[in-house]
């Protein structure tokens, strides 16, 4: 059953669906309508990008040191958080990867709370997206620690502390290493996608009380989710940092 088009999605297909085709085709995938090429996940997520590089750039020239406003607050409090947890879960090295980190957190936050609106949909209910971005983490951890360590350095660490037992030890870091895009792409879909079911029943059950308290509780796991996803990334970082470093 092809899925229910978004007006924003549907305005895409209906005048930018050459554009759709072309990019498709950037990376061999064929889609299964040509006239409608465009998906919800996809368009929402150029949405989430668009809305995310608009607001930091009009943020950016409003800073004030003498007279922050509240958006400045909001946000400043969010990198106060954020640093702090990467400094405790990386060392002091931790701040060299916040932009990293800052960008994922953000752009998943942005992606899970759009889905309140009403006429948007979260696409991280789509597996597809938490899939990218796990995968986007998984490159990433491993290529700083090739970077930072050398590849004899890092490939050292799934041997274990002794020699001797790394017949046994290189499957099993091997298996945990490959399964961690997978845990990580099933949490945030699994969490946005029942949220999001719960959500919709209860407004469809009573339009006074219940929907105001289950949209909280949309984006109090909004934000829960995005931060369990970048902790999870945090620590996975931090075993790719040389221990003098921690």
């Known amino acids: 059953m092809p899925e229910h088009e978004i007006w924003l999605t549907r305005l895409f297909n209906d005048h ?3 554009l759709g085709l072309w990019l498709l085709s950037l990376v061999h995938v ?8 465009w998906t919800n996940f996809i368009t929402m997520q150029i949405l989430v990008a668009a809305i995310i590089v608009v607001l930091f750039a009009t943020l950016r020239p409003r800073l004030s040191m003498d007279r922050p406003g509240i958006t400045q607050h909001i946000f400043e409090v969010i990198y106060t958080f954020l640093r702090g947890e990467t400094h405790d879960s990386i060392g002091h090295e931790g701040p060299r990867f916040l932009p990293f980190l800052g960008t994922l957190f953000f752009f998943i936050l942005f992606c899970n709370l759009i889905g309140v609106i009403p006429g948007f949909e979260s696409p991280t209910q789509n597996p597809s997206v938490p899939a990218g971005c796990a995968l986007l983490v998984f490159g990433y951890y491993n290529f ?15 041997a274990g502390p002794f020699w001797w037992l790394a017949w046994l030890m290189i499957p099993i870091e091997l298996m945990s ?3 961690r895009p997978l845990s990580l792409t099933i949490r945030l879909f699994a969490n946005m996608l029942a949220g999001d079911q719960v959500t919709s029943v209860f407004l469809r059950l009573t339009y006074v009380v219940a929907p105001a308290v ?6 109090f796991v909004s934000f829960l989710q995005a931060y369990i996803f970048v902790l999870l990334t945090m620590m996975y970082v931090s075993e790719t940092v040389p221990h003098e470093s921690h």
Do not use: C, D, T, W
Request: hydrophobic share 45%.
């Open 16 to 18: 930018l669906a050459p």
């Open 214 to 219: 289950f949209m909280g509780l949309h984006i």
């Open 30 to 37: 064929h889609a299964e309508n040509a006239s409608r090429p």
């Open 177 to 179: 290493h490959l399964a």
């Open 144 to 158: 700083m620690g090739f970077k930072q360590q050398g590849v004899f350095g890092y490939l050292k660490h799934f």
